[in-house]
DNA sequence: ACTGGCGCTCGCATCCCGGGAGTGCTGGAG
DNA sequence: CTCCAGCACTCCCGGGATGCGAGCGCCAGT
């Protein structure tokens, strides 16, 4: 018996170096790697033929495929994978380009807030980016009734996280500037920091008490409220997508970047796989159909959780080709996460 | 002298009928039309021959041309302008398509009417819809300002068309709830329905009788307003450029594809455009590069400005291929239009 | 264990070639 | 004067055929 085949474990230090320059290469040229590039590059000082031997091996293994008989070696999913996993060696951002980044988001409102971090993550990265818009914490702060003519009234309402959604609603009664006032003062004094739930158990028992016209008033209100947690609690925002048209990894098949761009529109979809991602904690790295989604079969999704005050309530991403910079990316998705975070978490 | 050459005026009736037939035939088919296509199609009864005969006049007046020697003919931008110009007969939508694309706009909100209004348009057409947001009528209506901390306000502002704009403040100093309410009661009472101007030129000679604290909050929301009606002041929302992805007039030409969806990242540029239409009246039709922007060389667009209580405010449109079916996109175009208005005034 | 060499397999670019579609022109018929 | 049939011509397009280059697997030799 031999006591070890010349691939004693899964991979040999010599095999792993090989498939780390050969993933390194084809992020930079885009073309498969042959085994002379692979030893002019690898720094080890063996000849072509003997790589020959280990790419074979990993093409065994299944981390590396070639796409026809005589191209050189391009990584499959399992190959990108061990080596985001293990070979992988991102550089931090510097200073720099961090206080670059920071300048870039608007923190004047929570919508512009995501609007702007998903851009900087395109533009940056030069592929889409998207952001989870941040759950709502679902209190309620405070509400005005704001009559613009007889029968219609503008509702606004604070959620607890100082988020403010806006509303017409039509009544059957003509309300006048007192009763509105009288409504959403009680409202404001009593239930200020209460979830909708709360306030519509609670209001239940003091309902009898008012005259019926203004409870009506009130259900339009938590009606309102309910929707506007419930509607407004997730929605992704993406950001370039036009340059995924540049890639030409993924405009070849124009089909599959029709069907890319639906999933776009989709959102739910989208929406779901993102979701999963705030569940772990730090960057987490979708390769390929890794995700399920088979419009994304040549594609990697690098996301990161982002929280305000501890609790994660969003997701951050980038979505590119498989072939990416991931050294760059990882660290770009990271670090917005994180200045989204303490952006929120300041307000 | 001969009193009369074989093309009399730019074109007799015969010239114009198969023009007409022709730019139909290519609208439907996609492909480049021949004489013997037109023979069979055009109700006249003619030999392909003599239909030639027409047909190099037609060429040689700019109507149509021949991508080939030996193609048929297609028409040119000055081809469909007289098409859509005076061979055009459209076809008015009936009640039933009506209502329904009435069904389709959200009404609660500016915001989602306008996203809806744009969604729709690209339902129906295929293509991508865009409307540019109302102008603002720019006239304060009502403010509040709400303690988040102890020097972060929440500001929000209500203006005279009833949209509502929110904003966080960072102030000096740590105000008291029963200031900010002072101070918002005196702009609420003394100048709704002024515009900010006004109000800016009119507080100089209060600002002095008040004390200095509650002058700067003010003053505050002053420039919030102002930056809220310039800044979001016009804006273009876009749907369904996907659609365009699968027309395929325009995807053969990858690189065309990019700096059309750049063109719509941009947004100022495309405002520009429709900001012209917003002049005229009624449907507006632009035909290839006859905006003046080069992306949109193979495209055209389709817009109609909309308003509300009779002044104009902003425009809808549809931005297709040259090659679309106008006499549908037109009408599609127009009740948008004229909906979106009806539903802005009423509200 | 490593390497040079050999034969082999593909993809890709090029060229060639025939079929098809459509045109312009011309001469003749109504 | 109008129309039309016929003809020669041009051009696109698709299908082989061919040559080249890149890369691989295998093997024998060090």
Chains 1, 2 share one sequence.
């Not at 005589?70 to 060696?89: K, M």
């Not at 929570?110 to 395109?122: C, I, Y």
């Not at 019926?212 to 407004?232: I, K, T, Y």
């Not at 730090?282 to 959780?305: H, K, M, N, R, Y």
């Amino acid at each position: 018996m031999s006591h070890e085949h010349h691939t004693p474990n899964p991979l040999n230090d010599r095999a792993q170096l090989l498939l780390k320059t050969l993933v390194e290469r084809y992020i930079a040229d885009g073309q498969p790697v042959g085994s002379r590039a692979l030893s002019k590059f690898s720094g080890l000082d063996l000849s072509p033929a003997s790589i020959r031997n280990v790419m074979a091996d990993l093409e065994e293994m299944g981390f590396i495929a070639s796409p026809h008989t005589s191209a050189g070696r391009v990584p499959t999913a399992r190959g990108y994978r061990f080596f985001v996993d293990t070979l992988l060696t991102v550089k931090p951002l510097d200073r720099v380009e961090i206080n670059q980044l920071e300048g870039q988001l608007q923190v004047d409102n929570t919508q512009k807030l995501v609007a702007s971090a998903s851009h900087v993550l395109s533009e940056l990265t030069h592929f889409a980016g998207v952001v989870v818009t941040p759950r709502r914490s679902s209190g309620f702060r405070h509400v005005e009734f704001l009559r613009l003519a007889d029968k219609r009234i503008l509702l606004i309402l604070v959620t607890a996280d100082g988020d403010v959604q806006n509303r017409i609603i039509h009544t059957e009664k003509a309300y006048s500037p007192s009763e509105l006032t009288e409504a959403a003062n009680f409202l404001n004094q009593n239930f200020a920091g209460c979830t909708f739930d709360e306030i519509r158990r609670r209001i239940q028992a003091e309902l009898r008490q008012l005259r019926e016209d203004v409870a009506q008033l009130m259900a339009a209100a938590l009606n309102a409220g309910d929707q506007a947690v419930s509607e407004g609690a997730e929605d992704v925002v993406i950001s370039g997508e036009v340059n995924l048209l540049g890639i030409d990894d993924l405009s070849s098949n124009m089909g599959k970047l029709r069907d890319l761009f639906n999933l776009f529109e989709r959102r739910t979809s989208l929406l779901q796989l993102l979701d999963q991602s705030s569940r772990a904690q730090g960057v987490q790295i979708f390769i390929g159909g890794e995700a399920g989604l088979q419009p994304l079969d040549e594609c990697s999704v690098v996301t990161a959780p982002y929280e305000v005050d501890g609790k994660v309530v969003g997701t951050v991403g980038v979505i590119g080709p498989t072939r990416m910079a991931y050294e760059r990316v990882i660290p770009i998705v990271d670090i917005t996460a994180k200045l989204l975070s303490s952006a929120l978490t300041q307000r």
